[in-house]
Structures are given as structure tokens and as C-alpha cells.
């Protein structure tokens, strides 16, 4: 009998509805476990109750920047690895984030993007 996985909690805080329907469509063909958030408010509501072991985040949203989620992630004390996700060219300002751990420049490869999340949704736990 093979033992399953238990699936680990992918959160997609982007305001692009194009985007969320592309990354739906992804989670069903690779098995991840996804919740989305439209704004930032609603990503830092559902990293507190959801409890996600990896963040795709958009720079650019309503309510609250993408920024503006890490900044109150890390006075929480929040350590979740984060993939952010923007239109920007020049975000050398967000290094100072440790959880970051790649910057994807819209528009990015898919390809790299399901490896990338792979990758880390495949850690050990």
C-alpha cells in the first residue's frame, strides 16, 4: 500500500483574475493544495488561518503591496518562503526580505514556475 503525501498549502495572493485561473488550472494537474487571496489584506487573513508552506505573491494589489504583506509578516515573525510575482523591473528594495526566495517577472515561464513550486511543496516537512 503506498503511503500519500499530505498535500502541503500553496496561498496565491494575486489581484489577476487570469492569473488565479491559470494557477487553478495548474494546481489541479499538479495536485497542490491552493487557496488565493484577491488583495493583501486577504493573504495576510489566510496566512494566519491557513497556515501555507509557500506564498506566491504579487508586488501589485489592492489594499495592501505585496511589500506591504512581507513587512507584516516579518513583524509577526512570519518565516514562510514567498515567490513574488510583479510587473516591476527594479525591485532590488525587497532584498532585504529573507523570505523571498525568487523573483519572477511577469510574464514568467510556466514551466520554471511548476518546477519552482515543486520544488519547494516537495521539502521535506
Keep these: 500500500m503506498d503511503s500519500v503525501q499530505p498535500k502541503r498549502k500553496l496561498l496565491v495572493a494575486d ?5 488565479q485561473i491559470c494557477m ?9 493544495d491552493i487557496v488565493f487571496a484577491r488583495d493583501g489584506e486577504e493573504a495576510l487573513a489566510l496566512i494566519n488561518s491557513d497556515d501555507p508552506v509557500l506564498i506566491v505573491l504579487d508586488q501589485r494589489m489592492p489594499k495592501m503591496t505585496g511589500e506591504e504583506v512581507l513587512l507584516s509578516m516579518q513583524a509577526q515573525g512570519r518565516e ?45 516537512v
Design 24 to 32: 487553478e488550472d495548474i494546481s489541479r494537474q499538479e495536485g497542490w
Design 15 to 19: 489581484d489577476d483574475e487570469a492569473i
Design 80 to 124: 514562510i518562503p514567498v515567490i513574488l510575482i510583479s510587473a516591476e523591473k527594479d525591485l532590488t528594495r525587497m532584498r532585504r526580505f529573507p523570505s523571498i526566495i525568487r523573483v519572477l517577472t511577469k510574464p514568467f515561464d510556466l514551466d520554471d514556475f511548476i518546477y519552482l513550486v515543486n520544488t519547494e511543496l516537495t521539502k521535506s
